[in-house]
């Protein structure tokens, strides 16, 4: 039975990261195709979905299949309109009739016969073919990705048949991406600080099911303000005021809640983050205004008429000839303007929408890429403000400053700080974005850590192939979880590139490097076609490499690849007859002669 919920949320927290929805689809799609609907339950269905996902790597579990993830996987698309709403089963078999058909989807398409699309539980939308025809660098979002969630989050409302509430539910029909840009909007007409905080949207925004901002605006006023005469932790801050405030359900949950409220309007691409602040993009401005302006339809709208809305996939109502040109237009001027590049298209209002679209799309993306190129250029010249956050990173509180703002630094921040080091260090042949596998947003500051399975940073040069691995764990975390993933990293770019000698840091936190991390660096590897391996790990601390960039890049200015090579076969040498403390302390040694 459906529930009121305590906190307003955009999709659930099964997928944190975005462009694996697409290939989640295409499983869904595969294994609906040839699934016994009509002898299993719904639960049968969800667990086996999950174990399809785990599968195919489309999500990353060490536990076993569930029929709640699935279910949890099944309601996030639904809300979003990628597939058909859930038959009503609860947890029984599926009613169907002789075609295998879903009854209640084949009821709602009768409704709206423009919408086509398959009839079995669970079938993909409209718009749920577009999404799942599109792909990624499996990092971040493409133009064409966000302007898909766009779609979603404009017509997304709640309650509504794709995300129903209990009966007994009495309040306003809300929608959450309109409220997030009339409460920034509103921000500015007031002169105050327009973005929203983490512990805004956890202890106020969260809270609220309304269209009307006044209140959600005086009590962010009222939080701003006591909020700048206490010292501490906004958070710590934030659930006081919940609590206080007797707001309804727990904090806990709010709180939890906060993140993807914060990353589902982002992924429309009309938001981006300063810190941990939701803040609209300067560029996309006019299209909030736009999405501000529309006049929605509350109460009085008829179910079938939202649902064909939702899982159509069509323009949007405020994206007119004039509209669609001018955002082709801008896009190809702004790439000529900054990197001289011409495309041929044709761009006028005889050039029909599709086209328009994929004109939008393509040069979007080619301008991205070619952003993050430049942001690589300029890494050389930004050595002390790195040297700054790799100092900052070690200290106790691991407060770094992003974009104006103070943080505390997550594992993927030390990803990313190394990352700059070795862009500055410059020269490699590696695509620049395939040289993380951290997401970044739209400053190329990471988002999230690297994904599971690969290596965090990958760099080839001339003469040799460089992985980098770094970690803020210590003790026996470090030993646990850095052991035999880089180990395995480094064999697969050993099988990968066998002309290059490859080499992998390990970069690890605290004063020392755990020594039975390091005794197994130096020893034997069984790698897994069973053959001895010795890996080129060389293990060292974020201190040591803060020394070595300080000191060689930034005041001698010697380091580059080849001195770096040369460092680490001077650590590397004689290294399986050392043991593990003399190995530690010869590559102590190494370093500080160098630097010295």
């Given amino acids: 039975m459906p529930k009121i919920p305590d906190t307003t949320s955009i999709g659930n927290t099964t997928f944190r990261r975005p462009w694996r929805v697409p290939a989640g689809l295409r499983v869904l799609e595969e294994l609906i195709s040839t699934y016994p609907f009509k002898d299993k339950t719904s639960s049968e269905f969800e667990k086996e979905l999950d174990k399809k996902l785990i599968e195919t790597g489309v999500k990353e579990s060490d536990k076993p299949?569930?029929?709640?993830?699935?279910?949890?996987?099944?309601?996030?698309?639904?809300?979003?309109?990628?597939?058909?709403?859930?038959?009503?089963?609860?947890?029984?078999k599926y009613k169907l009739n002789d075609k295998e058909e879903d009854e209640n989807l084949k009821k709602i398409l009768n409704q709206i016969p423009n919408i086509k699309?398959?009839?079995?539980?669970?079938?993909?939308?409209?718009?749920?073919?577009?999404?799942?025809?599109?792909?990624?660098?499996?990092?971040?979002?493409?133009?064409?990705?966000?302007?898909?969630?766009?779609?979603?989050l404009f017509h997304h409302k709640q309650p509504s048949p794709a995300q129903e509430f209990s009966s007994s539910y009495k309040g306003e029909t809300f929608y959450p991406l309109k409220l997030y840009i009339d409460i920034l909007l509103d921000l500015v007409k007031?002169?105050?600080?327009?973005?929203?905080?983490?512990?805004?949207?956890?202890?106020?925004?969260?809270?609220?099911?309304?269209?009307?901002?006044?209140?959600?605006?005086?009590?962010?006023?009222?939080?701003?303000?006591?909020?700048?005469?206490?010292?501490?932790?906004?958070?710590?801050?934030?659930?006081i005021w919940f609590?206080?405030?007797?707001?309804?359900?727990?904090?806990?949950?709010?709180?939890?809640?906060?993140?993807?409220?914060?990353?589902?309007?982002?992924?429309?691409?009309?938001?981006?983050?300063?810190?941990?602040?939701?803040?609209?993009?300067?560029?996309?401005?006019?299209?909030?205004?736009?999405?501000?302006?529309?006049?929605?339809?509350?109460?009085?709208?008829?179910?079938?008429e939202y649902l064909q809305n939702l899982w159509s996939g069509k323009l949007l109502p405020?994206?007119?000839?004039?509209?669609?040109?001018?955002?082709?237009?801008?896009?190809?001027?702004?790439?000529?303007?900054?990197?001289?590049?011409?495309?041929?298209?044709?761009?006028?209002?005889?050039?029909?929408?599709?086209?328009?679209?994929?004109?939008?799309?393509?040069?979007?993306?080619?301008?991205?890429?070619l952003q993050e190129h430049s942001y690589y250029e300029k890494q050389k010249n930004k050595a002390p403000e790195i040297i700054k956050i790799l100092k900052n990173i070690q200290t106790p509180k691991r407060e770094i400053e992003i974009d104006k703002e103070i943080i505390k630094a997550e594992s993927w921040h030390l990803e990313w700080i190394l990352w700059r080091v070795f862009?500055?260090?410059?020269?490699?042949?590696?695509?620049?974005?395939?040289?993380?596998?951290?997401?970044?947003?739209?400053?190329?500051?990471?988002?999230?850590?690297?994904?599971?399975?690969?290596?965090?940073?990958?760099?080839?040069?001339?003469?040799?192939?460089?992985?980098?691995?770094?970690?803020?764990?210590?003790?026996?975390?470090?030993?646990?979880?850095?052991?035999?993933p880089v180990f395995n990293h480094t064999w697969k770019k050993s099988k990968k590139f066998p002309k290059k000698t490859v080499y992998t840091l390990f970069v690890g936190n605290g004063e020392k490097i755990e020594l039975n991390l390091v005794h197994h660096y130096k020893n034997v590897f069984y790698?897994?076609?069973?053959?001895?391996?010795?890996?080129?790990?060389?293990?060292?601390?974020?201190?040591?490499?803060?020394?070595?960039?300080?000191?060689?890049?930034?005041?001698?200015?010697?380091?580059?690849?080849?001195?770096?090579?040369?460092?680490?076969?001077?650590?590397l040498a004689d290294k399986e007859n050392l043991k593990p403390t003399d190995w530690r302390e010869k590559i102590k040694n190494v370093i500080e002669l160098r630097i010295n």
């Fill in 190 to 239: 007031r002169g105050m600080d327009a973005w929203i905080t983490p512990g805004e949207m956890a202890a106020i925004i969260n809270t609220y099911k309304t269209n009307n901002i006044k209140k959600i605006i005086k009590e962010i006023k009222e939080y701003r303000s006591k909020f700048k005469l206490k010292k501490g932790k906004e958070k710590t801050f934030a659930r």
């Fill in 117 to 152: 699309m398959k009839t079995k539980p669970f079938s993909l939308t409209p718009l749920g073919v577009m999404f799942k025809n599109t792909e990624s660098n499996g990092k971040e979002l493409t133009a064409e990705q966000k302007d898909i969630f766009l779609k979603a």
């Fill in 423 to 484: 862009l500055a260090i410059n020269s490699f042949n590696t695509k620049v974005q395939d040289t993380r596998n951290f997401s970044v947003d739209d400053n190329f500051v990471a988002t999230s850590h690297a994904i599971s399975g690969v290596e965090d940073m990958f760099f080839e040069f001339d003469d040799y192939v460089l992985i980098v691995e770094p970690s803020f764990k210590t003790g026996r975390a470090q030993i646990k979880d850095e052991d035999e």
């Fill in 318 to 369: 405020f994206e007119d000839k004039n509209l669609l040109v001018n955002e082709a237009s801008k896009i190809k001027q702004k790439l000529y303007e900054r990197y001289n590049i011409k495309s041929d298209e044709k761009v006028n209002k005889k050039t029909n929408d599709t086209d328009l679209k994929k004109i939008y799309y393509t040069n979007k993306d080619k301008y991205t890429i």
């Fill in 65 to 92: 299949p569930s029929d709640w993830n699935g279910r949890k996987f099944l309601a996030n698309c639904t809300q979003y309109g990628f597939i058909a709403t859930r038959p009503n089963t609860g947890n029984k």
């Fill in 527 to 571: 790698a897994p076609d069973e053959k001895e391996f010795y890996g080129n790990i060389i293990p060292m601390t974020i201190s040591q490499i803060t020394s070595i960039f300080e000191k060689l890049f930034h005041i001698k200015k010697t380091l580059n690849p080849i001195s770096l090579k040369e460092i680490m076969d001077e650590c």
């Fill in 243 to 304: 609590k206080n405030k007797k707001k309804r359900g727990t904090f806990g949950t709010s709180d939890a809640y906060q993140d993807i409220n914060i990353t589902a309007p982002i992924n429309t691409g009309l938001f981006k983050k300063r810190g941990k602040k939701l803040i609209l993009k300067t560029e996309e401005k006019h299209k909030a205004k736009l999405v501000s302006n529309y006049k929605y339809k509350y109460n009085n709208e008829k179910d079938y």
